[in-house]
Every structure is written in structure tokens, then in C-alpha cells.
């Protein structure tokens, strides 16, 4: 099956993968947020972060939370956790300077008889059960998982310069998104087979680059990273609607 094959027929969770870990990486810098730290902005008067993890407390196929945050936040997030009775978090770790460092900070955490293991970013407050159980189904098949949206927008290839090389076709190409779903011995053993992994901006890229298929499930068009202001407002109509 080719890499870039769309999958999108797991949408329920099944018992024989009930349980899983997941690392919540939240140990960015924020730096296109104008000085504001995106994980505690409060979307209706709960913060970002919370509003995350609460995805993940309150979903059945979820085990245990591990948390991956910068040294300065980790006793506010303490705090967090115990005010909104987040119980399955398990672990709170520090992140490293890039992305990868921070998972790999992670996965240190997981137990050593996982097989299954959902990462996902702190700043995607809004994914939902059914994404998340969706992801952690496909796992039974595949070695790398994504969620993804089908992108709505034309795209177009350009160069330094701003000039368009070419029309890219649209029916083929997807957003991806978070969770993504790996099987720890094939990831960690990826990682190790590529050695740097500091430029990788998400983990399927590290699967892809070590030989591994990776398939995507259907994500959901809610499912944004706050990353920039335009990010909070977008947010902050959404987290209206829930009430």
C-alpha cells in the first residue's frame, strides 16, 4: 500500500486497545504568540492546556497522561491538574530544545510493556473522541497514524522568490493534525536509525524518513493548534459554541 493512501475507515474504539499512552507536548516556546503563553489562555475561563487534557481524561481509550511542558511551567501545571481533577496524568517532564527532544522526553515516561503510544500537541484544545479513538484503532494495522482534514484552499508550490512553480492536486493532499499514533519499538527504533531527528516538525515525518508507511484517519476541521492571535479568536468562537 502506498504511503500517501488516504485511510479513513477507523471511526470507534474496541476494547482490545483500550488503554493507551498518550504524551501532550506543551513545551513550545510560543514564540508567535507575542509574548503570551498559548498553553494559559483562557478559552471561556478555562485554560488552553486544561481544555486539552480534558480530551484525554474523559476518553475511555486513554490509560495514562504524560505531560511534556517547560521547566517554569511544570508547579502551575501541577496546580492545573489538581483543580480540574485531571487523575490520569501521570507524569510531568521538562521538554527539550526542539519538538523531537521533547517526545523523546516523553516517551522516558512510558512504561516499558506499552506497545501503543498517541502524541499530541497541548494547543489543540478541541479534538474529540472520535478522532482520538479513531487513531488509537488504526494502530491494530499500522506502525504510524495520523488524523487529517482534506484541505479546502488551492495550493501551489512557489520558490524563494514567491513565483509559482506548480498547482499541486488538491483531491490528494491533506492537513495533518494531532493525535498521531506510533508503535513505541518501531518509533524509538526509528529515531534511532535516522539519529537526528532535531529538524522533524511531527513524528510522522520520522516514520516516513525511516521507511515506515504511514496511513491517516479523518481528523475533524476543529481540530486547530493555537498558534498565532488570529488562533484565539478562532478558538475562542469555538469553546462559545460548547456552552
Known sequence: MNKTEIKLQYDVCEEKNQGLSVIIVAA?????????????????????????LLCFENCDAIKNIILVAKADDVFKLQQLAEEYSINKLT????GGETRPESVLNGFARVAEDEEYVLIHDGARPFVTNEVICSVAKALESCFAVTCAVK???????????????KTLVRDSLVAVQTPQGVRKKEYLGAVEKIGDVTGFT??????????????????????????????????????????
Open 151 to 165: 484541505v479546502k484552499d488551492t495550493i501551489k508550490e512557489v520558490d524563494a522568490e514567491g513565483k509559482v512553480i
Open 91 to 94: 507524569d510531568i517532564v521538562c
Open 28 to 52: 513550545g516556546s510560543s514564540s508567535r504568540m507575542q509574548g503570551k503563553n498559548k498553553q494559559f489562555l483562557n478559552l471561556n475561563g478555562i485554560p488552553v492546556i486544561v481544555k486539552t
Open 202 to 243: 511531527d513524528d510522522m515525518s520520522i516514520m516516513e524518513a525511516a521507511g515506515f508507511d504511514v496511513f491517516t484517519v479523518e481528523g475533524n476541521y476543529k481540530n486547530i493548534k493555537i498558534t498565532t492571535p488570529e488562533d484565539v479568536k478562532t478558538a475562542t468562537a469555538f469553546a462559545e459554541d460548547e456552552f
